[in-house]
């Protein structure tokens, strides 16, 4: 886009004929770097956040340098990060607005009163993070995707589940709680030669599900590319509405992990893993109990 001498927040409504930043953004993401793409990513999903961090808060949530975020507003025709935010700001507001009026209509619940004081300590706004990152993710996944995962884990012959680093601990969690029930379900947690002939054996009766948190790791696309390939169903759990896992798939999971903390929070994944493997579980409550009680779980 070409940049004026005296670009405005409203440059990329005025230049792309779209309504909000956001909009905007996922219009050309394509055409970003791959840094940049770590930098609109975030901004798509944590607008609230990016409405008031500085840039390098923003850059420390999105894996890359404040020089990058600055440059990523400059590509979008702003003069810097500053008039970026005001259009952050605005589209929140009128978010925020928006949802106001929904209540007072009766589309949706008024908001509850926070969980402390404003006067929070950093644990508790941690723990109030968590707490709204739940409530977000639960507002926002759609019935139809959650029904078609659970799906497509019950009818599967074989789960491959893909998920490292972090991600690693809640692949590792799923296919356990896959295992009680007695599906068949492996992991792909690093690029080792088991875990790549695991990745070999991957064909249309194998359901690949990858996990990510940001950037997806390149073992983990790699995964959803082969799976495609060879028509293999696919579900992506993501934090990045815009992550190339996410495309990729034909199911996608979306979670909130928005956190103050150094790390990202992962609470709304973890009770998404165990509400998947409950909707597999009530599928036929009735076969898999007695193997439930054997356990001693319950």
Do not use: C, W
């Not at 990016?50 to 890359?64: D, I, K, S």
């Not at 589940?161 to 295992?179: E, N, V």
């Not at 998947?276 to 009735?286: F, H, K, T």
Request: glycine share 4%; aromatic share 8%.
């Amino acid at each position: 886009m070409k940049r004026t001498g005296s670009p405005t927040a409203q440059a990329p409504h005025e230049a792309s004929g779209h309504q909000t930043l956001s909009a905007y953004i996922r219009a050309r993401f394509d055409d970003f770097s791959r840094s940049q793409k770590d930098v609109a990513q975030y901004i798509v999903d944590h607008l609230d956040e990016v409405a008031f961090q500085t840039a390098e808060e923003l850059a420390r949530r999105a894996n890359t340098s404040s020089s990058t975020v600055v440059r990523f507003s400059q590509a979008l025709g702003f003069e810097g990060f500053p008039e970026l935010q005001t259009s952050a700001r605005e589209e929140f507001r009128r978010r925020v607005a928006a949802g106001a009026k929904n209540g007072l209509n009766g589309n949706s619940t008024a908001s509850a009163a926070p969980l402390f004081s404003l006067d929070q300590s950093e644990f508790e706004t941690a723990v109030a993070a968590d707490h709204v990152n739940v409530e977000e993710t639960a507002r926002r996944i759609s019935r139809r995707d959650v029904e078609a995962a659970i799906d497509a884990i019950s009818q599967a012959r074989r789960v491959l589940i893909a998920g490292t680093d972090q991600m690693a601990f809640f692949a590792s969690y799923l296919r356990h709680l896959l295992m009680l029930l007695d599906l068949q379900a492996e992991l792909v947690a690093s690029p080792s030669q088991e875990a790549l002939s695991r990745l070999g054996r991957i064909d249309s009766e194998t359901l690949v599900i990858g996990l990510s948190a940001g950037r997806p790791h390149p073992l983990v696309v790699r995964a959803m590319k082969l799976a495609r390939h060879r028509k293999a169903r696919t579900v992506a759990i993501t934090d990045a509405t815009l992550s190339e896992v996410a495309k990729l798939a034909q199911t996608r999971l979306y979670y909130s992990s928005n956190s103050p903390a150094y790390v990202r929070s992962h609470t709304a994944l973890l009770s998404m893993i165990q509400a998947l493997a409950y909707g597999v579980y009530s599928r036929d409550a009735e076969q898999y109990a007695d193997r439930i009680k054997a356990f001693r779980l319950k």
